[in-house]
């Protein structure tokens, strides 16, 4: 028999789970006064109300981003930009707004980098003044 040699012997489990009931009654306590601190731990941090988004602070922005806008793009199965790389669609030279954030089946991903395929259903976030976001759009629903 293999098992006989990989499991202790039956005193040798008793013993075990001897010490292990006596180490747990003596730190019932302890163990007790942890979990009591971590519930009002939890019950503390769930009380807080939830950090404030940027949108909703009244700090002054930089000039450089007074007259940005975001809006948010659905690529079509259909648009010139599917299966390209970001890179390729040379949409911040052409039309002056950046690609700052896509969401691709409940993922996002801030500030993709150039290399980064874009896909229909892609939801694009851009940047940019009201005059690139309307460009854009138009570069990105119809072919070049």
């Known amino acids: ?48 109300p939830p950090a404030p988004r940027l949108e909703h ?5 930089p000039a450089l981003l007074r007259e940005a ?12 930009a599917a299966g390209k790389l970001i890179r390729e669609l040379e949409l911040r030279t052409r039309t002056g ?12 991903l801030i500030n993709p980098g150039p290399d980064e395929e874009l896909q229909p259903g892609n939801q694009i976030l851009l940047l940019g003044t009201p005059a690139q976001l309307a460009s854009a759009k138009v570069a990105l629903s119809r072919p070049a």
């Open 1 to 48: 028999m293999s098992s006989s040699t990989l499991l202790p012997s039956l005193q040798v489990l008793l013993v075990l789970l001897v010490v292990v009931a006596c180490v747990t009654w003596l730190l019932w306590r302890a163990f007790i006064k942890v979990y009591s601190k971590a519930q009002v731990a939890l019950a503390e941090t769930l009380a807080q």
């Open 57 to 61: 602070l009244p700090v002054a922005l």
């Open 69 to 80: 806008d975001l809006e948010t793009v659905t690529l079509a199965a259909d648009s010139p």
């Open 97 to 108: 707004a950046s690609i700052v954030g896509i969401e691709r089946g409940g993922t996002n």
